[in-house]
């Protein structure tokens, strides 16, 4: 707790334009005028509440959007913090808010919040292309397709950076939703006819790049390359669809997580779990897995089974 307060009070100090209308906005809940510390006034306020309310006002700061904007003279916000960054929460929620993947999926969620306002601003043009649904159905099919490579970690063990594994599926999504932003013409429309067929994951990205010019593994490498707090992601997105490169190269660790995240999504997305044998690995059924030392067992079957399985 201290420390949480302790980072909030060297954010304040850092963008010191926010904490005249922070104490405003206390003043106005307590009905009375703040003679606390700014320490104090982040207690009484919730370090989650006092968090969400700077990432919103320095997002507006970038982003200049009316959806956004802080009224100055009470400090108040046009909604609920959590509210204005719902994919950050609903991210941290939907994975727990207290678990080892709360500050990954806080991040993730806050750059799915980042594009999604900035498709709102005049920096994009985006011709007249509305982007609300595409994002939120991209970061809904993250979350599942992350869910479903955490229910397979747990049965691999000794996987390096299990944390990250979630973290994976989205920061996919995202770099889809980027590609959309840059090309509002073809974007959507080429990952709906892509969702409608089952190409396998090398297939998908030779489809990107003839599209596009670029892949989403490759751009979702750049973004993981980015934040420190996502390292290794870079190097495992960088051999996604391909995930054998990186046992060629002797790194197991990066290929274990590359291709237990592809299986996850392979299994959510297209494939059922009985195309994979009950006794043989699953490269067998996804060559581009073959180094991938797992198979679809009775007990992880049931375990998938708890959830629907996947079609």
Not at 69 to 75: A, F, N, P, R, Y
Not at 153 to 171: Q, Y
Not at 276 to 285: P, Q, R, T
Not at 295 to 305: E, F, G, P
Request: hydrophobic residues 40%; proline residues 5%; glycine residues 6%.
């Amino acid at each position: 707790m201290e420390e949480r307060v302790s980072t909030l009070v060297h954010e304040f100090n850092v963008h010191p334009q926010l904490i005249g209308p922070f104490r405003k906005l206390i003043a106005s809940l307590q009905n009375k005028e703040v003679v606390a510390g700014l320490e104090e006034q982040i207690r009484f306020f919730q370090t989650t509440q006092t968090r969400n309310w700077l990432f919103v006002n320095l997002l507006n700061e970038v982003l200049q959007v009316k959806e956004l904007k802080l009224d100055v003279e009470t400090g108040r916000l046009p909604a609920k913090p959590n509210d204005l960054l719902k994919f950050s929460h609903t991210a941290r929620v939907e994975f727990g808010e207290e678990s080892r993947y709360k500050d990954l999926m806080c991040t993730t969620g806050l750059l799915f919040d980042f594009v999604f306002y900035l498709q709102k601003t005049s920096i994009l043009n985006l011709n007249g292309a509305k982007m609300d649904e595409f994002i939120t159905l991209s970061f809904k099919k993250g979350v599942a397709q992350g869910k479903m490579i955490t229910r397979l970690s747990r049965h691999k063990p000794k996987l390096t950076n299990e944390k990250h594994a979630p973290v994976i599926a989205l920061l996919r999504q995202l770099s889809h939703v980027i590609l959309c932003l840059l090309y509002p013409n073809i974007g959507p429309d080429f990952y709906k006819k892509l969702a409608m067929v089952n190409y396998n994951e090398p297939l998908k990205l030779a489809l990107e790049m003839k599209e596009f010019g670029v892949h989403s593994g490759m751009l979702a490498s750049y973004i993981a390359q980015s934040f420190p707090i996502f390292d290794p992601l870079g190097e495992v997105m960088s051999v996604w669809g391909f995930p054998y490169v990186a046992h060629y190269i002797k790194d197991p660790a990066v290929h274990d997580l590359a291709a237990l995240a592809e299986l996850g999504v392979i299994l959510l997305d297209n494939q059922k779990i009985d195309s994979f044998s009950e006794n043989s690995k699953v490269g067998f059924a996804a060559p581009e897995l073959k180094f991938l030392d797992y198979t679809l067992t009775s007990k992880i079957r049931a375990d998938l089974a708890d959830e629907g399985k996947p079609s």
